[in-house]
Each structure stands twice: as C-alpha cells, then as structure tokens.
C-alpha cells in the first residue's frame, strides 16, 4: 500500500530555531506538494514541485521557507528562523501529472504537527 | 482566481440517515477537476471521491456520490446511510488542469454522526 510518508510528525521548538520537515513522495509521483493548515487560514499551498523543480512557491514567505527537493524520494521543507506563527500542520502531497483520471487526486501523507513556543 | 465556498461549518445527522455536504465553486477556468477530502480526528487527509468538469455522469464511490451541478457550479457531498466513522472534516477542493495545478480548498464542514 504507496503512502506519502513524513517526518517528523511532531516538533515543539523555540523561537528562532531552525525547523526541517521531510517528506517521501509515492514512488513514481512526478509532483510534491507543501500544504499549511491553521485554524485562521484553514489549508493553503506553500510550495510544489514537478519532476523535482519547483513551479510556484508564490504562498511561502521567502525570507524564512525554503523547499527543495534533493531527489526525486526526498522533498525538504525548512523554516528559519522559526516564529510562533509558524505553529501549524504541514501536510505533503504526491501526485502523477499527466496522469490518468483515476490519478488525478493527491494523496496526502500524515502531516507534521509543528509547535513554535 | 479559483475559490472554494462550503457554508456549513458543522452538521449533525442521525446515524443511518443521508448527508449532503454543501460545496460551490467559482473559477473561469474551462476544465478543472472537484475533490473532496475526508480529516478524521487523527489528522490524516484521505481522498474520497473526484469529478471532472466535463464527466457527463456523477461520481460514484461505495456510499460517496458526487452530485455535481455544472450549471450552477456546485459540487455538493452526499454520504448515504452514514456511520459514526464518517464523523470528520470534509474539505471540498478543486484544482485546475493548466497551469498551477495545486488543489484550492474550502474552509471546511464538521460533520458530527450522532448514535
């Protein structure tokens, strides 16, 4: 059974740590996708990936966030320095584009719960 | 610009009764594609069910159908003889097929089962 896995699922940090969130796409997935879910601004789009180049990152705070993806097994999410406001569920996302209809969906790893005190 | 509406943030149903869970769409994009996700408690995201713009037929996924109305650009959830399981957040999202094709989500709709 393909799943999108995370890690970690949990990280409590202080303010003005470094914060790295990882994620392994299903194999053969062409496209990551970097989710935010707060309360206040319910899930948006930070960044996405397409055969490992990032095509729109225009959701992400620049100064602070950066996606890469090193490979196609590994994508990377870093916060630095971190704020409070950071606080939230960071899901990843895999998918196949240009896929068949049934592939359209994408699927969703557990998400990493991220705690800035 | 592509926006997601679902004007009900709870319901509580009957188990064993019928559940339709409001979406409405807006976007001048010709073709796209309508999802929705089920958030258990847990967390996780699980895809239920997909309908593409120009599927002639509604969506149909064991107790999930799709009742989709192009016309008035709804995508509207219904959830046939419902468990307590289905207790959850379902999220309505749509996303385009050119261009960015990231997924645009509604805020949501707690659904509570009530024995």
């Known amino acids: 059974d393909a799943r999108v896995t995370q890690t970690p699922r949990h990280k409590v940090t202080e303010m003005g740590q470094e914060v790295t969130m990882r994620c392994q796409p299903i194999l053969g997935h062409n496209t990551v996708f970097w989710y935010r879910q707060t309360m206040m601004q319910g899930l948006e789009l930070l960044a996405y990936f397409r055969n490992r180049a990032p095509l729109d990152d225009s959701g992400m705070p620049k100064d602070r966030f950066s996606a890469e993806m090193p490979d196609a097994t590994l994508a990377t999410l870093k916060i630095q320095p971190s704020e409070p406001r950071d606080s939230a569920v960071y899901f990843c996302?895999?998918?196949?584009?240009?896929?068949?209809?049934?592939?359209?969906?994408?699927?969703f790893g557990p998400g990493t719960r991220l705690t800035v005190t | 610009a592509q926006k997601i509406t679902q004007t009900q943030p709870g319901m509580f149903v009957q188990e064993k009764e019928a559940v339709t869970l409001d979406c409405t769409y807006d976007t001048s994009d010709p073709s796209y594609g309508l999802f929705w996700y089920k958030q258990p408690s847990s967390g996780e995201m699980i895809f239920l069910i997909y309908?593409?713009?120009?599927?002639?037929q509604n969506a149909t996924e064991g107790r999930y159908s799709l009742n989709f109305q192009k016309a008035r650009k709804s995508a509207n959830l219904v959830i046939s003889a419902s468990q307590l399981g289905d207790s959850a957040m379902y999220f309505c999202a749509m996303k385009r097929f050119e261009g960015a094709q990231k997924l645009v989500f509604g805020q949501g709709t707690r659904l509570t089962i009530n024995p």
């Open positions: 996302a895999s998918g196949l584009v240009p896929g068949t209809i049934s592939s359209y969906e994408q699927y």
């Open positions: 309908q593409g713009s120009y599927d002639q």
